[in-house]
């Protein structure tokens, strides 16, 4: 690739490309010295050959690099700070998900992160786009001093062409990522080591006192989510995303961990656009991200072969488990932590869409949910008040073993499917989901890839994938449109009475029901209570139409 012209390449005494330039922008910011190594743009070989010197790095039996984050191995929500400052402050939703930090204590933070960065031999520096529509794209700067993070951040975000590189100026967003050390904990607001800060005013993120690496990419997405609304009246999304090969057709797919999100989205008849996180605009749908960062716990060819087939030379393994010798991973061993992960290039995946975006605009919008009280049905057509309603709400059953701590399923809500994420009041997302529903004319639904017969701590059984599919087809071919509905009591939703390839009883939890009238309706008023309580949270910005499409107690 060719570097900024700015910047002069040199080779250093290591063989390494390096950048020494006295002129370069990045020497003058940081006050490096001249024997600092810059990694700019640095290619996988290379990332590879400095990521083994770190501790703890090495290269599986398939060819990815292998790594540990580690105390951290996940996101650390209750350290995300947003800096209280004048030219953001009365758009952001405050509370448990944003927490004020002021800008003494920003300064003070960056400052630290700054000089920690200052005594590394080597940092790593990394230029890339957030967005494939080029109208909306931000261009963002990452300064490291893992290869591990420069590797992963080349894989998450798009890779700019040679041109572009040598164009690519100053940065919308920087991120200074210094998570070996650790904050100040005598700070104003600190309550750990550890901090992740972003300042709005002077568009840059702070990372101390933790190396997870999906800390970036949830940043830049975090971003997004303030960024395309305000500047642009584009609505960002946590969702999936994929098109028609035949009707070019566009879905997107919402929904929490274990619902079927990257499942559903990968169909072999559809391209893929994305898999995490996706921007609507009045040109259509466009992929945040240029690589997918995959779950790879219980990871295998036969369940998700796509997945597997992407751990090869390019792609990051985080915090597996491997066999000393053979560099063999157990996908199955969940003993550093159940959140193992793989970061790799979109491209990797056969079926991908590139450039990641669509010129058209969804026809069906998938709410996904995992209800393992077996009460709501397999699939509900919704109105656009019943969009707004059960996207604000966000549930699903968060199952045993996915968090330390949960024995038996737990009811949990995440507004917009993407609470910690979020920046603006959930219904300001909402609201714009509705506008585009309208505008362009999409059918949502909500599918419940969870239990039926029962609940899931009482012998029901999980919705065959068989059947979820043939409703998806079905969505897909307009079939289910077309077919009669019935009124599913307590929560008011339309359910459709057929449905090709699915049992007709499958269809209507009433029916479906094995252990007696009194104990569905029991279940049904536990449920619809969680979400009324729920909801509560939001109904001071809420329409009554909206509060009337939620189920009635």
Known sequence: MTPPTAIESSINFEGHPSIKSTQDPLVKQLSLGDETVIRHNAPAPTLYEDGLLERGTTISSTGALMAYSGKKTGRSPKDKRIVDESTSTHNIWWGPVNKQVDELTWKISRSRALDYLRTREKLFVVDAYAGWDPRYRIKVRIICARAYHALFMTNMLIRPSEEELANFGEPDFTIYNAGQFPANVHTKGMTSSTSVEINFKDMEMVILGTEYAGEMKKGIFTVMFYLMPIKYQVLTLHSSANQGTDKGDVTLFFGLSGTGKTTLSADPNRKLIGDDEHCWSDHGVFNIEGGCYAKCLDLSAEKEPEIFNSIKFGSILENVVY???????????????????????????????????????????????????????????????QVMYHFISGYTSKMAGTEEGVTEPQATFSACFGQPFLVLHPMKYAQQLSDKISKYNANAWLLNTGWVGASAARGGKRCSLKYTRAILNAIHSGELSKV????????????????PGVPSEILN?????SEGEASFVKETTSLASKFVENFQKYSDQATSEVKAAGPTV
């Open 484 to 499: 009669q509905y019935d009124t599913f009591p307590t929560f008011n939703l339309n359910i459709p009475t057929s449905c």
């Open 509 to 513: 939890p009433t029916k479906a029901w």
């Open 323 to 385: 066999d000393p010798l053979s560099k063999v991973v157990n996908y199955n061993d969940s003993s550093i932590t159940e959140n193992t992960r793989c970061a790799y290039p979109i491209d990797f995946i056969p079926s991908a869409k590139i450039p990641c975006l669509a010129d058209t605009h969804p026809t069906n919008i998938i709410l996904l949910t995992c209800d393992a009280s077996g009460v709501l049905p397999p699939v509900s057509k919704l109105t656009n008040a």
